[in-house]
Nanobody, 126 residues
Framework: YVELKESGGGSVQAGGSLRLSCAGF????????MEWWRQAPGRECERIVR???????KTGDSLKGRFTISQDNDKNTMYLHLNNLTPDDTAKYYC????????????????????WGQGTVVTVSS
C-alpha cells in the first residue's frame, strides 16, 4: 500500500526553527512530485512547495526564503526545514504526492489530507 506520514511538529518560539518529516511507504520519492501544504486556523489551505529530485518546481509566497527541503532516500523520507518562524506560521502541515492524489481542488487539499489522518501541527509563540 502507499502511505505518507508526517511528523516533527511541535511548539517553538518566534525566530526558531523546526524540521518536519514526511515518510513515504510503498513508493519511491524520486519517481513522483512531492508537495508540502499547510492550513492555519481560520485561513485557507496553501501550498508551500512542489518539489522533485532537488528541484523546487513551485514555491508559495508565505514561506519563501524561510524553508528548505532535504531528502533521505535510504529512509524514503523528505524533510521540510522551517526557519525564522513567526506566529503566523502556526498551522497544520501536510505532505502530499502525485502517487496518492486526493482529487481535491487546492482550496480543499488540506481538508482531504486531514481526512486521511495526515498532518502535523506547528505552533509558534511570540
Amino acid at each position: 500500500y502507499v502511505e505518507l506520514k508526517e511528523s516533527g511538529g511541535g511548539s517553538v518560539q518566534a525566530g526558531g526553527s523546526l524540521r518536519l518529516s514526511c515518510a513515504g511507504f510503498g513508493f519511491t520519492f524520486d519517481d513522483f512530485d512531492m508537495e508540502w501544504w499547510r492550513q492555519a486556523p481560520g485561513r485557507e489551505c496553501e501550498r508551500i512547495v512542489r518539489y522533485r529530485r532537488g528541484e523546487y518546481i513551485k514555491t508559495g509566497d508565505s514561506l519563501k526564503g524561510r524553508f528548505t527541503i532535504s531528502q533521505d532516500n535510504d529512509k524514503n523520507t523528505m524533510y521540510l526545514h522551517l526557519n525564522n518562524l513567526t506566529p503566523d506560521d502556526t498551522a497544520k502541515y501536510y505532505c502530499a504526492s502525485d502517487v496518492l492524489p486526493t482529487g481535491a481542488d487546492p482550496a480543499s487539499q488540506c481538508d482531504a489530507l486531514d481526512g486521511w489522518g495526515q498532518g502535523t501541527v506547528v505552533t509558534v509563540s511570540s
